[in-house]
């Protein structure tokens, strides 16, 4: 019972540094979500999927990518790292519809330095 | 503009303690609103769903309520316990222009639970 797996959980990155948060739900969910959490504040959605090979823009895009090359998996990728990117990143799938569940993933606590 | 408010942002209660959160939203068209529990440190995960024909949905000691015509809605929690310890989030769902399902989430109510 994997659910959604993120990695890592934690990373300290130095301004204009890159990296890519990996997110692998084995659900067969169609739709997949990438939100930040900062303190105090709601979830804001980053990017979306809502299936393999389509992707679509959020809330908070900027400074952010994202590929769905299969049902499984959904990177986050960060190009060049800022202190405003510092926040909890959480990954959500779920099948799509109405009335379906969202599962999130543990999260990962980005800290840029 | 599509927004969900929650009150109040914390609260502190002893432990057997009811109490009663609350969610304001302004979200249209309205598909379906839900709560979710979050742990310190931990994913969101869901406790109630509700559909805008609903008026109250259970899950064990946790009660949420819906009036769809005021978009109020309210989660109850019956004889608390230290593990009901968390941030609790309404998010309400609906679809966007091109027809995408989002969900829009509040800011959260912290509880404390003291023994």
């Known amino acids: 019972n994997a659910g959604v797996t993120q990695t890592p959980k934690f990373r300290i990155l130095k301004i204009g540094q890159s990296m890519t948060l990996q997110c692998t739900q084995d659900m067969n969910h169609n739709y997949m979500y990438w939100y930040r959490q900062d303190p105090g504040m709601g979830l804001k959605l980053i990017y979306y999927s809502v299936g393999a090979g389509i992707t679509d823009k959020g809330e908070v895009p900027n400074g952010y990518n994202v590929s769905r090359s299969t049902t499984e998996d959904f990177p986050l990728r960060l190009e060049l790292a800022a202190p405003s990117q510092t926040s909890v990143y959480f990954c959500?799938?779920?099948?799509?519809?109405?009335?379906?569940?969202?599962?999130f993933g543990q999260g990962t606590r980005l800290t840029v330095v | 503009k599509n927004q969900v408010e929650q009150s109040p942002q914390s609260l502190i209660i002893l432990e057997g303690k009811n109490c009663t959160l609350q969610?304001?939203?302004?979200?249209?068209?309205?598909?379906?609103l839900r709560w979710y529990k979050q742990d310190t440190g931990r994913g969101p995960v869901s406790l109630t769903i509700?559909?805008?024909?609903?008026n109250t949905k259970s899950n064990g000691r946790y009660t949420a309520t819906l009036d769809a015509d005021t978009k109020q809605s309210s989660l109850h929690i019956t004889a608390s316990q230290l593990s009901d310890s968390a941030s609790y989030i309404c998010v309400v769902s609906a679809y966007d222009r091109s027809g995408t399902y989002k969900y829009i989430f509040g800011t959260g109510t912290r509880l404390k639970v003291l023994a």
């Open positions: 959500a799938s779920m099948f799509g519809g109405m009335n379906t569940e969202a599962f």
């Open positions: 509700m559909t805008f024909s609903e």
């Open positions: 969610c304001n939203y302004t979200v249209s068209p309205f598909s379906n």
